[in-house]
């Protein structure tokens, strides 16, 4: 009886999973992510040099907690539609850009460093 018990409780555990699983894909599908490229430039190039950006959501006046940070001076991140603020450091020198990022579109992010 014992084992009939687990077997039914290990089951429905199972279920349970599932049925997370599945909504979470569903609202990740839901809040899709849009594909933004960060450029840091100097010259009208691509600087190849270490550089940092922070991405802001326009609301969170006092920046204090990035929703993406990028660690060198170009490559994508993943944002869902809305207002940022994009910060880019290299040595001493710190730019921004605010910038729109709209649903199912790809979007070019470049910040001039000189």
Do not use: C
Request: proline content about 3%; cysteine-free.
């Amino acid at each position: 009886m014992a084992l009939r018990s687990h077997h039914s409780s290990t089951s429905t555990s199972k279920i349970i999973s599932l049925a997370i699983g599945s909504m979470i894909l569903l609202m990740a599908g839901t809040a899709a992510a849009n594909r933004i490229t960060l450029v840091a430039t100097v010259n009208n190039q691509s600087v190849l040099l270490p550089a940092h950006w922070a991405i802001f959501k326009l609301e969170d006046k006092e920046q204090r907690d990035p929703v993406a940070i990028l660690p060198r001076h170009s490559g994508t991140v993943q944002l869902s539609a809305g207002q940022y603020l994009a910060k880019v450091t290299r040595e001493n020198t710190t730019r921004h850009t605010e910038f729109r990022v709209e649903s199912n579109t790809d979007t070019t992010v470049r910040v001039a460093l000189d």
